[in-house]
């Protein structure tokens, strides 16, 4: 019974380390096949964290994201050289698929909106530089669908109707 005992606590860790997260692995270590990315050794498709550094600055993200079955899968996102966020968005087989954000690089929201199976989809906005709303609309398929309007200093200046990307009248 002791040295059951002590066999099942001496593997405890080695469970514990199976089951952790793996270390991100740099992407430019990865072998890119057409849209997918490889395992350098093995060649088959990787699935795992990634990130990317700006070159010269190994310690500066420039980009993080998943890989599953070498696609983006999951969170993905992009910072510029002063470390803010530049893109939020979210990937499934890698496609865009979720919510998104993109980011002025002074850290003001420039767009969001969601994408679906790699097409825009739903209402979306727009702003200026300094926060204003600048556009808001809405997209089917990809396309423009429904009012799409312009707006300046605060105000609207021009509402323009789409029917599957096209202007209505």
Do not use: M
Request: with cysteine.
């Amino acid at each position: 019974l002791r040295y059951a005992l002590g066999a099942a606590v001496l593997g405890l860790p080695l469970l514990v380390a199976a089951c952790s997260d793996p270390e991100p692995l740099p992407i430019a270590e990865l072998v890119r096949e057409g849209d997918a990315y490889l395992d350098p050794v093995t060649l088959e498709p990787y699935s795992g964290p990634v990130f990317a550094a700006f070159e010269g600055a190994p310690r500066r993200i420039q980009r993080r994201a998943s890989l599953v079955d070498g696609h983006y899968d999951g969170p993905f996102e992009l910072y510029f050289d002063n470390r803010r966020l530049s893109v939020r968005e979210v990937y499934r087989e890698g496609r865009r698929d979720g919510p998104y954000e993109w980011y002025f690089e002074n850290g003001q929201l420039y767009e969001r909106g969601t994408y679906r199976n790699g097409l825009r989809e739903g209402p979306y906005e727009a702003y200026f530089r300094d926060g204003r709303l600048h556009e808001k609309g809405t997209y089917r398929y990809g396309e423009f669908h429904g009012p799409r309007e312009w707006h300046l200093a605060g105000r609207l200046i021009e509402r323009v109707t789409y029917v599957n990307g096209q202007i209505d009248g």
